[in-house]
RNA sequence: CGCGGGGUGGAGCAGUCUGGUAGCUCGUUGGGCUCAUAACCCAAAGGUCGAAGGUUCGAAUCCUUCCCCCGCUACCA
């Protein structure tokens, strides 16, 4: 019954997520999210499309977790894996095939293409010294030796460079290397591993990145950038229990590089996804098909592993498609701070699941994705862009549409009769709209399509308000009528247009319009052209999206307050005992001085915010406090108390505060005002 | 130092590749409407597009120089 469009056969990936914590808001905004709603467009056109992820389970960052957990790797992969999973689905991000790393049909394919590489002669193996940690008995990755840098002394430099100094050395070069694992001291011990010779593809690379100048420019500027300063032979082999065995006799104790191994679980992952379906060679249409369209959706810090050791690496195996695109976005911010997940200074997708629907958080994520520069999350925007943007002009829309011809038309689809202007104008935009949103996510920009999309939920208002059908319906019920019929197709429109962004909404809406069949597998190019008949009998209304309250909101915030306050807490073990001494000098650049409290009022619409006036010497400065709640302003004024001078000023609630002013807090968070034993003089230094 | 990113009305951003009336959301002000989730529509105020030079009939956009901010440290995409 369909007109056989020239189908199109994409695979499309998103990164995998390493399987050894949870996932934020910060992934699926980078990842996941923009290659999803490209997937779900892509299928909405009818096009041939596979859509492949897993977990990322291999890697030292796996077993030193289990370790501190003192449980198995397998354990923390598993319960990473399940989780990540679900919360993918709970946002309705739509793989084909979710697969895992620590899987059969990987260890295969890793091995394979090992193996491939070493007949051919690719690999070069090398000898060479890495220390060894004799109580943790394995090596350790450059990441977890640290020592005196030998170039400037710095005390903290890592095995490979030095953060200071910016030099870079090997870890054997380290003065008085330490072992982050256990604290020892590790001895040196000779080993080998494989290279990949990436160098050999520097020329094949090269031409293969000129081939795509349609490319984001940042991912442009990484790659040339690498190509610039020349490509060197890589280790692919690690001295790990923990990954993929290096399928050779002599090499026991050796696993793959997760760099090396990870990126072919797409592979992998299709593999199995092909044998789920029962045609278990249909992997070779994608991966082993020159017309096959190959993307890849991962973050700017991918980059690398996809556009310039991906590539190389299928190159050298020969018979597979290199990569068509590889979109990278940007990172995310949350409240104006990086993401830590050490600090647990995230948005996790399972909390915010708890208390919000995931198609806010997809349009959120969509209409700020960090396309072309990082981006910055923030609770009051996500409410702002629901509340006015989702609910307000979207949502609105559908609702006043829906419930006006439920309360004059019995719910049944009204006639239509001789368009207006106005008519023509909006059945224009409707019609025009797939297209112009299409364009844009055929060039990974979401947030242009989304902005498109959107435009039509703000023509179809114009038009409803121009329109006036609460006034036609008492003049001229047939104008009237004819209106909503438009409003109606209006509405279908929008539930394809949204449904790669919004596939929930999209869901419930097209069972509002009381329509047959699968929202997610109607035709885009249908959405603006084919009509609901009048007569159609509609559901009953509800509404689609709703608001999200101002105290809601507020408690996100507090919550990740409290986090960003609570650095070195918790969970840092490792770096918590090593802070817990400061130096001399460290001390001696904290300028503590005594000073007056001159005024102290509370700060209007706060709990705990004091406003306070004080005189350090000469000066007179404003510092907000958080001490209202056990410190009552008056008691404090004419005391003099202990003040941080040289502290950055910060705006709290729009006031600025030039300092900080000292109390002690026992565990019931119960404050006492730190004082002087005399009268000594404003001004005067504490040391 | 080097590499990368950025500097656009009160806030947050788009537009820069492919020069041609500077746009969006929020906020402010005024008006309209009352079908709708106090939602919707219209209008206004508000910008030397970091600075200076250059190319051009024409520059936010291309070129040069300079200034400022951020990242390049963290088991973070």
């Known amino acids: 019954m369909s007109k056989e469009i020239k189908k199109e056969k994409i695979l499309v990936t998103s990164a995998l997520p390493y399987a050894n914590g949870p996932l934020h808001i910060g992934h699926l905004a980078g990842a996941y999210l923009p290659a999803d709603i490209y997937v779900r467009y892509q299928r909405l056109k009818g096009n041939d499309v596979v859509y492949i992820c897993g977990s990322d389970e291999h890697g030292v960052a796996i077993t030193i977790r289990a370790e501190q957990d003192g449980v198995q790797p397998k354990q923390i992969i598993d319960r990473f894996h399940e989780l990540n999973k679900r919360s993918f689905e709970c946002f ?104 990949f010779p990436l160098g050999d593809f520097q020329e094949g690379l090269k031409k293969y990145l000129d081939s795509h100048p349609e490319w984001k420019q940042n991912v442009k500027n990484y790659c040339y950038g690498w190509l610039k300063q020349g490509l060197k032979d890589r280790a692919i082999t ?81 018979g597979y498609t290199l990569p068509d695109s590889v979109p990278a976005n940007e990172f995310l911010n949350i409240q104006g701070d990086k993401v830590s997940t050490s600090r647990d200074y995230a ?28 981006s910055d999350f923030s609770w009051k925007d996500f409410q702002t862009r629901n509340n006015s943007e989702l609910v307000g002009i979207l949502g609105n ?5 829906l419930t006006f011809i439920d309360k004059h038309f019995d719910g049944r689809v009204p006639q239509q ?3 207006d202007e106005l008519d023509y104008w909006i059945l224009k935009q409707i019609s025009e709209a797939p297209k112009k949103v299409g364009d844009q996510l055929e060039r990974f920009r979401v947030r242009q399509a989304l902005k498109a999309f959107m435009n039509v939920a703000r023509d179809a208002n114009k038009y409803f308000n121009d329109k006036e059908p609460w006034r036609t319906v008492k003049e001229d019920s047939e104008l009237c009528g004819a209106t909503l019929n438009i409003c109606v197709q209006v509405s279908k429109t929008l539930a394809i247009l949204m449904e790669p ?13 009381n329509q047959e069949g699968d929202i997610h597998g109607q035709n885009w190019f249908a959405a603006g052209k084919e009509f609901i008949p009048a007569g159609h009998q509609l559901a009953k209304p509800e509404i689609l999206i709703s608001k999200i309250e101002d105290k809601v909101i507020a408690a996100e915030v507090e919550k990740l307050k409290a986090k960003s306050q609570t650095v070195g807490k918790g969970e840092g073990k490792v770096s918590e005992e090593k802070s817990s001494l400061i130096s001399f000098a460290q001390f001696k650049n904290i300028d503590l001085r005594v000073a007056r409290v001159l005024t102290a009022e509370r700060v209007e619409n706060t709990d705990k915010l ?58 019931s968070g119960e404050l006492s005002l730190i004082t002087v034993d005399k009268e000594i003089g404003t001004g005067a230094k504490i040391r």
């Open 501 to 513: 962004f919004l596939p929930f909404s999209a869901e419930k809406l097209w069972a509002l319009l």
């Open 397 to 401: 829309f559908i609702n006043r549409s």
């Open 347 to 374: 948005v996790w997708l399972e909390d915010y699941l708890e208390n919000f629907p995931p198609d806010s958080m997809r349009y959120c994520l969509a209409s700020i994705a960090p396309e072309t520069k990082d």
């Open 92 to 195: 309705g991000i739509s793989f084909d095939n979710y697969s895992r790393t620590s899987l059969p049909i990987h260890h295969e394919t890793g091995q394979e293409f090992f193996s491939d590489f070493y007949q051919k002669g690719i690999l070069k193996k090398k000898k060479e010294k890495q220390f060894y940690d004799e109580a943790a008995r394995m090596f350790l990755p450059d990441r977890y030796v640290e020592g005196t840098c030998p170039n400037c002394q710095f005390p903290e430099a890592r095995g490979d460079q030095c953060e200071k100094c910016g030099s870079d050395f090997n870890q054997t070069e380290l003065i008085d290397p330490k072992s982050k694992i256990t604290g020892k001291t590790p001895v040196l011990k000779e080993t080998f591993h494989w290279y």
């Open 238 to 318: 690690r001295d790990l229990q923990w990954g993929v065995k290096v399928p050779l006799e002599e090499a026991r104790d050796k696993v793959l590089y997760v760099w090396f191994e990870a990126v072919l679980g797409y592979i992998s992952s299709t593999k199995e996804w092909a044998q789920k379906i029962g045609e278990p060679d249909r992997w070779r249409d994608y991966w082993q098909n020159e017309n096959c369209k190959l993307v890849h959706f991962i973050g700017k810090d991918n980059i690398t592993f996809h556009a310039i050791m991906f590539p190389a690496i299928l190159m050298a195996k020969k």
């Open 610 to 667: 004091l406003r306070l006036e004080v005189e350090i010497g000469e000066e007179k400065r404003q510092i907000i406090a958080g001490m209202a709640e056990f410190l009552a302003p008056e008691s404090m004024i004419g005391k003099l108390v202990i003040v941080v001078a040289n502290l950055q000023p910060a705006k709290i609630r729009g006031l600025e505060s030039q300092g900080m002013l000292l109390a002690a807090e026992n565990d």
């Open 417 to 419: 009769k001789q368009h």
